[in-house]
């Protein structure tokens, strides 16, 4: 998938026509359950394909915790930030060819059933739709940590990306959640509930999973620490992320920066100063804090 372009005109027409910016969280996502063009179970492969509108495409995979409150911010995404990173990315050109897939994340050990959503690659106002598909499944577990490790799965095992096959150039995956990092295997029997038939390792950790992911995707994570688990431990989160991730941990106090962080870590990624991007941001504090855990 990925044919077509994003422009401002069909943005403006579709806000327009839909009034979604102007609803309720529960109105913005429009599903009562898991769709079936969402499931991964059901899912055999998504493909981030070069195209005549996107002859050197550059798969972003932005993977929302959907769970409690951070529903809020998933709909902020929507309303807010989705728009600005298409446009954005297509003017500064920090990668070519933008081809997004938003994934929903809850917790394997307590929702199989519903614990990735994944849409496809899409290139133009269909990730919008595709992203007011996903359903808020809104509780979550009680473990202290979500399935953040099951889209580093997906993306290494159940994608094809014409920028890495073709050019050697890795994608961009980002989790964002306000609690700790994963820490427990995924075991045969989730697995396969979770991606349907197949073969499946016995169990995958944590580690093994973000591995396989780092060949193909540059990943990164976001802690959202105005999320409620976040904002209570906020120093237990980032030690338990760093400790997984190293330098791609990303912390963001106040979520209207989102865009400009994801921004700014894609030029630092494609070789610009990070001291340069941040001094010519007009949200520079914002994201020197954003980038400390990288700068420690």
């Not at 995404?77 to 990315?89: E, G, Q, V, Y």
């Not at 059933?113 to 992203?131: C, K, N, Y």
């Not at 349907?196 to 093994?208: L, S, V």
């Not at 340069?276 to 994201?287: I, T």
């Amino acid at each position: 998938m990925g044919s077509g372009r994003w422009n401002d005109s069909d943005y403006r027409t579709y806000a327009t026509t839909t009034n979604y910016r102007s609803k309720r969280v529960d109105e913005v996502f429009e599903s009562r359950r898991v769709p079936d063009a969402l499931n991964p179970a059901k899912i055999v492969l998504r493909e981030s394909c070069d195209s005549a509108d996107n002859p050197e495409s550059t798969p972003i995979i932005l993977a929302l915790d959907v769970t409690g409150s951070m529903g809020k911010y998933a709909a902020q995404i929507a309303k807010d930030h989705l728009p600005t990173i298409m446009t954005r990315i297509l003017e500064e050109r920090p990668v070519t060819d933008p081809h997004l897939m938003f994934m929903g994340i809850d917790d394997v050990a307590c929702s199989p059933g519903e614990a990735l959503q994944v849409s496809q690659f899409e290139a133009d106002i269909r990730i919008l739709e595709q992203l007011r598909s996903i359903y808020l499944v809104g509780n979550g577990g009680g473990n202290g940590s979500e399935s953040y490790d099951l889209p580093w799965y997906f993306a290494a095992f159940k994608t094809k990306i014409d920028s890495f096959e073709k050019r050697g150039q890795k994608g961009y995956l980002f989790t964002f959640g306000d609690e700790l990092a994963p820490e427990r295997a995924v075991t045969n029997r989730e697995l396969k509930y979770t991606f349907g038939a197949g073969e499946f390792p016995d169990r995958i950790t944590p580690e093994a999973a973000l591995q396989a992911a780092q060949e193909r995707y540059h990943v990164f994570h976001v802690i959202i620490e105005q999320g409620d688990f976040a904002s209570r431990d906020r120093a237990g989160v980032r030690r338990s992320w760093k400790r997984l991730l190293g330098k791609n941990v990303i912390c963001v106090r106040d979520t209207k920066y989102l865009a400009e962080v994801i921004l700014a870590t894609m030029h630092i990624v494609a070789g610009a100063d990070p001291e340069l991007v941040m001094a010519e941001s007009k949200c520079r504090e914002e994201l020197e804090y954003a980038f400390q855990v990288a700068r420690e």
